[in-house]
């Protein structure tokens, strides 16, 4: 018998979605959800508003906007909004309202599962916004299954305190009940179960596949940036941010000695959400000869950008999984990062330079030894050949994990206590 499983997800990539932003989040949710449909029937319901419902392959995508939700408004659930509105402190009016449309956006979810049966509810990620879709669940007696795609409350910058009690809530309804989750990485497992003291066996490792195109050339790069030629070129992935940290690579850069910042070009693959501080370091810097702000890349024009860089930087604050270390990977393109991120602990040695310290004068060491080693190119691909997208199917022991073992059944008023409603 096939499994109907229903996905909710905070945002998901859309072939035909005119957004300027897609994440590594929105891309590796909208890949496990493909390759599950090979073996399930995969709905998937988008907690953020898009306004039609559509197929992708084998997924079906089902969108609301806040116009819809509005049918489930009751005079008798007044109690329930103001808790919910109240919740996080200080926040705006519209903080408020869109507090409320989870709960709604939980109703909404509670009418599908009523209406198509499905034996499992996968929820990807355990922000707020996540945990109140739970109670769907929940309310319908299915087993739920939360999957953290990084963790918020353990020292990453701008994230609400109500997304990092979220987490904090969910892990310890994890510890106490019958009850199992999944992770992307080894790292994100240990920091939970360490500091929750949780029984390991209820936190299952699946990491991510990586899936670039690896037919794709450089002639566009090259082109566009003719100065390339002859200089050693370093790559940094993501969203410019605090998180991402990019700051302190230029900061590093900066102290490297002249001839070597001379001969050696950044990319910034990534839309800019500093408010425009790289860009004016950079500037004020002089550095505009040696830094390439790209903006927000797709997975196409990425892919030829890592066709002609040498190096891959990852200064990230805190990082769950680590993309871009495994992407650069397969193109046999050595990492400088921090000792101290989870993501690393399921990536091989030979595919990194490891910093213990995390001062601008360490990052200028690392990247002059990072330029100075002998890396060996196949041996870094071999190392990341195992994140292929079989690697998903392991999902479906965890489903069969817990429909066998009856586990993941909360009552919605455990589940309403544990995230404070």
Known sequence: MIMRILFVASSVFIPEDKRKTVTGYDYIVAEIAQKLSEKCDI????????????NVNRVSIIGHDYKSLLKYFRFRDLGEYLKIALKGGKQSVKARLKNISYFLTMRDIERLIHKNKYDIVHIHGVTFMCSVASVAAARCNVPFLFTMHGLVSYGIPN????????????????????????????GTKMV???????????????NNAVKIDDAIDATDWKEKYPQIHGKRLIISVGSL????NQ??????????PEEVKSNTMVFFAGQD?????????????????????????????????????????LLSIAEGFGLSMIEAAKYGIPTLTFS?????????????????ERTDEAVAEGLLKLFNLKWDKERIIKSVNRFNEDIYYQYLDVYRRILDNKTNLIKPEVVLKAIGL
Not at 164 to 186: A, G, P, W, Y
Not at 247 to 256: D, E, H, I, P
Not at 340 to 356: F, G, H, R, V, Y
Request: proline fraction near 5%; include cysteine; glycine fraction near 4%.
């Open 43 to 54: 709905d998937l319901y988008l907690l953020r508003p898009y306004p039609r419902s559509l």
């Open 159 to 186: 994230i609400s305190q109500l997304n990092k009690d979220s987490e904090q809530s969910v892990l310890n309804m994890v510890r106490d009940n019958n009850f199992v989750i999944t992770t992307v990485s080894t």
């Open 192 to 206: 939970p179960c360490e500091d929750k003291k949780i029984d390991p066996n209820k936190v299952v490792v699946i």
């Open 241 to 244: 941010s605090p998180g991402k």
């Open 247 to 256: 700051m302190q690579l230029l900061r590093a850069f900066n102290l490297l």
């Open 273 to 313: 959400l500093t408010g425009g501080e790289v860009a004016n370091y950079v500037e004020s810097h002089h550095l505009q000869d040696n830094v390439v702000i790209c903006g927000f890349l797709t997975k196409k024009e990425l892919a030829g950008l890592y066709h002609i860089v040498d190096f891959n930087v």
């Open 340 to 356: 101290d991120l989870d993501a690393i602990k399921d990536l091989s040695p030979e595919s990194m330079l490891l910093l213990n």
